[in-house]
């Protein structure tokens, strides 16, 4: 299949040291790509640094947003701006250097093969992290487990941002009503993907934990997630069984058609 206009997503905060040599990288790896820097006002200069590298070269954009919003928001704004330019494949792509570039090819080149949405994963074989703690490996597959059973989703790494989306895809998603603010914004667009008949692969990917800067996750992005996801799970079974009783209280076809 064509790929068409490649756009790759960058979400920042407070991330002036990483950003310039992860857009080098990019450039390097997907010359033909353009990138987007979504910048929640970043107070370190993460703006300036990419305005800078911007003016020298044409494919790197940057949109400036005027609070810090969460991940969710910013990735919306992203493909929102993507959308009215006319791109045709999205990437997503965290800003502190834990999803290689060098990674991308294998991502676009499973896109080419016929799906729609590309997860690059830590958990199928193959995947793997690097330098994190083992208390947050276990956070980490405990949460995407009980994300995959209670939601019913096929995908083993549900939380992970690495990922590459059609157009079409990202077109059905309905980003208009995804409420998701932070990292939970992964889980809710893999879910309803899935629920709009996408076809969606993982491949496997290596996860590097950030050598500059402080991670973004924390308890209150955790507490989101973990809520949001039981609430899925459970609207989701509650359709389904008033469905199961609706079907249950219909009489049956052959005896409403002998009372006429």
Same mark, same amino acid.
């Given at each position: 299949? @064509?790929?068409?206009?490649?756009?790759?997503?960058?979400?920042?905060? &407070?991330?002036?040291? %990483?950003?310039?040599?992860?857009?080098?990288?990019?450039?390097?790896?997907?010359?033909? #790509?353009?990138? +987007? /820097?979504?910048? !929640?006002?970043?107070? =370190?200069?993460?703006?300036?640094?990419?305005?800078? +590298?911007?003016?020298? !070269?044409?494919? /790197?954009?940057?949109?400036? $947003?005027?609070?810090?919003?969460?991940?969710?928001?910013?990735?919306? *704004?992203?493909? %929102?701006?993507?959308?009215?330019?006319?791109?045709?494949?999205?990437? &997503?792509?965290?800003?502190?250097?834990?999803?290689?570039?060098?990674?991308?090819?294998?991502?676009?080149?499973?896109?080419?093969?016929?799906? !729609?949405?590309?997860?690059?994963?830590?958990?199928?074989?193959?995947?793997? /992290?690097?330098?994190?703690?083992? $208390?947050?490996?276990?956070?980490?597959? #405990?949460?995407?487990?009980?994300?995959?059973?209670?939601? $019913?989703?096929?995908?083993?790494?549900?939380?992970?941002?690495?990922?590459?989306? $059609?157009?079409? @895809?990202?077109?059905?998603?309905?980003?208009? &009503? /995804?409420?998701?603010?932070?990292?939970?914004?992964?889980?809710?667009?893999?879910?309803?993907?899935?629920?709009?008949?996408?076809?969606?692969?993982?491949?496997?990917?290596?996860?590097?934990?950030?050598?500059?800067?402080?991670?973004?996750?924390?308890?209150?992005?955790?507490?989101? *997630?973990?809520?949001?996801?039981?609430?899925?799970? *459970? #609207?989701?079974?509650?359709?389904?069984?008033? =469905?199961?009783?609706?079907? *249950?209280?219909?009489?049956?076809?052959?005896?409403?058609?002998? &009372?006429?």
């Amino acid at each position: 299949m @064509t790929r068409g206009r490649v756009l790759v997503l960058v979400p920042t905060y &407070q991330e002036c040291d %990483t950003i310039g040599p992860l857009l080098a990288r990019v450039r390097t790896v997907v010359p033909d #790509a353009d990138v +987007l /820097v979504v910048d !929640d006002a970043s107070p =370190d200069g993460t703006g300036a640094v990419v305005d800078v +590298l911007a003016a020298s !070269d044409p494919r /790197v954009h940057l949109l400036r $947003r005027p609070a810090k919003d969460g991940l969710g928001v910013a990735y919306v *704004a992203g493909y %929102t701006w993507g959308l009215t330019r006319g791109y045709d494949v999205f990437v &997503q792509m965290d800003a502190d250097g834990s999803h290689a570039p060098e990674q991308l090819p294998a991502l676009l080149a499973a896109l080419d093969a016929g799906v !729609d949405l590309v997860v690059g994963s830590r958990w199928v074989p193959g995947g793997s /992290v690097a330098n994190w703690p083992r $208390r947050r490996e276990m956070l980490s597959r #405990a949460g995407n487990a009980y994300t995959r059973l209670w939601l $019913r989703v096929p995908v083993r790494d549900a939380t992970g941002g690495y990922r590459v989306l $059609r157009r079409g @895809t990202v077109e059905r998603l309905d980003l208009g &009503q /995804v409420a998701s603010a932070g990292y939970c914004f992964q889980v809710d667009t893999v879910r309803r993907a899935l629920k709009a008949g996408c076809r969606v692969v993982e491949v496997p990917i290596r996860f590097v934990e950030r050598e500059h800067g402080e991670s973004k996750m924390s308890r209150d992005v955790v507490r989101e *997630a973990a809520w949001r996801v039981t609430v899925w799970g *459970a #609207a989701a079974r509650l359709a389904t069984a008033r =469905d199961v009783l609706s079907k *249950a209280a219909r009489p049956p076809r052959d005896a409403a058609q002998r &009372q006429e």
